[in-house]
């Protein structure tokens, strides 16, 4: 694309919720 | 949904319900001001003043191109998802246990009111301390991972106590096949050698109370006497850091109406060698002379935008350390559910006083209305339980609305609560404020991109 860098591509729908991660926007190792 | 904005000289476009993050140029940026609201034909009349037919035709394909590869106004799909995160067991796997209600510090803008909580001054037993331990262990479920810190007050206060409860717990994690992760935050005033090597062996992570600048921190840290925290607690917070390889810590300062330049603390702490820095605005009632207005945002926001260049500019020199509100993971970062219901206050993450009650969260502490239980009976409220399960950003309208409802997860209920009486309208001012710090956030990406 000439006009557009895109840098990146939520659709962790199916891998998310197993509720594991720490618990009051880092990376889930799941995911 | 999209949101589009310039910083530093990038233009900048989200597609909220992707998270796709596409860096464009200019004319793709002002072409997106009239796409979907008109015709394409309108859209050549109203900018060919400032851009070739080619230019406005090639923009209008790329767009065309992301929108048909679901990365730009792609249609919300998460919605459906809460019915099947209200479905799941309710568990609570984390605990925030008030190991003192005292405090060896009087700072000036503390919730909990010197540590008291609108209670009075109270050490945890190891009794009690034993007992949300098991509780937990019970409450959990089928969860494997689970949390607790150490709060207070001052939680050195209490600290044999700290000991004998993280002692306790790992005695009985095996057989019950948990895994326990600690964690502390002190104001560093009876740290010694002693404690920060039992600090280093068995705490994940631990935070160290500081607001930046000495005549910052001296301002609201101060001692029953008057005298500031500084002088005391900076070498000792150098030690504990490099102890620690610089990971697993952080230095965390609030700054106030006092310091709308607080940049200059995040780069003070970094001058003296904290490598994991977070500085954070206050909240508190409106009447307070500290507490920040409405008026302040535009100040804050250039704020952040210079601390964003500046960090921008260190990093460039080798001079890496990590801003808290800053971090943000482009390519993997939290999933749709956790995004969806945040920090898990009142459900999953449950605050446990020194006596032992339960409370949706630390800041919940000492309100009556919102006792769940204690740890003898566990949770007997599930009505608040309920109430705190429905804390999701599709049941609040203006979440619901926000395009930075992914990267907030709606913000803090308590922040609602204190600001408007109910658990669902957000705190405006927050709002803004984390906006912001999203924008700067995803902008250093971009530079970043660059190199």
């Not at chain 2, 609040?396 to 109910?422: I, L, M, Q, R």
């Amino acid at each position: 694309m000439k006009h557009v860098k895109t840098l990146n591509t939520l659709q962790t729908v199916a891998k998310g919720g197993c509720g594991e991660c720490q618990t009051c926007n880092q990376a889930c190792e799941n995911v | 949904m999209i949101h589009k904005y310039s910083m530093n000289g990038y233009f900048i476009v989200l597609d909220v319900n992707s998270g796709a993050v596409h860096i464009v140029d200019e004319v793709v940026y002002d072409v997106l001001d009239q796409y979907k609201k008109t015709d394409e034909e309108k859209i050549y009349d109203k900018l060919r003043d400032k851009y070739s037919h080619e230019q406005i035709a090639e923009a209008l394909d790329e767009i065309n191109e992301l929108v048909e590869s679901k990365m730009l106004f792609t249609e919300d799909i998460y919605e459906d998802i809460i019915p099947l995160i209200n479905r799941r067991e309710p568990v609570v796997k984390a605990l925030c246990l008030h190991i003192a209600h005292d405090c060896n510090l009087k700072c000036r803008y503390c919730f909990a009111e010197e540590g008291e909580y609108h209670g009075k001054r109270e050490l945890m037993s190891l009794d009690v301390g034993k007992k949300a331990i098991d509780f937990l262990i019970k409450a959990s479920g089928k969860r494997k991972n689970l949390e607790v810190d150490f709060f207070g007050g001052e939680p050195l206060m209490n600290f044999d106590v700290v000991k004998g409860i993280v002692e306790y717990a790992r005695s009985v994690e095996k057989e019950n096949g948990k895994n326990f992760r600690f964690t502390i935050t002190t104001n560093g005033i009876l740290l010694n050698d002693e404690i920060m090597d039992y600090i280093n062996k068995n705490m994940h992570n631990v935070v160290l109370s500081i607001d930046g600048r000495k005549e910052v921190n001296d301002r609201m840290r101060v001692r029953a006497g008057g005298q500031g925290s500084y002088d005391s607690i900076v070498p000792k917070f150098q030690k504990l850091a490099e102890s620690r390889n610089q990971t697993g810590y952080y230095v965390r300062g609030t700054f106030t109406k006092h310091n709308l330049d607080f940049g200059k603390d995040v780069m003070h702490l970094a001058d003296l060698g904290f490598r994991q820095i977070s500085v954070e605005p206050v909240v508190a009632d409106s009447s307070e002379d500290y507490a920040i207005s409405e008026g302040d945002l535009p100040v804050i926001f250039e704020e952040y935008e210079r601390l964003a260049k500046e960090i921008l500019e260190r990093r460039k020199k080798g001079q890496w350390f990590n801003f808290f509100h800053f971090m943000i993971d482009l390519t993997g970062g939290p999933c749709v559910t956790k995004r969806l219901v945040g920090c898990g206050s009142g459900t999953e993450y449950l605050a446990v006083t020194p006596n032992g009650d339960l409370y949706p969260c630390h800041q919940f502490a000492g309100r009556e209305e919102f006792k769940m239980g204690t740890v003898d009976t566990g949770v007997v409220r599930p009505d608040i339980r309920k109430a705190f399960e429905k804390c999701n950003v599709y049941n609040k309208p203006e979440c619901k609305k926000c395009w930075a409802k992914f990267y907030c997860s709606g913000g803090c209920t308590a922040n609602s609560f204190n600001t408007h009486g109910d658990l669902i309208t957000p705190y405006e001012i927050g709002c803004e404020m984390q906006k912001k710090r999203i924008e700067c956030a995803i902008m250093i990406k971009a530079a970043e991109s660059e190199k």
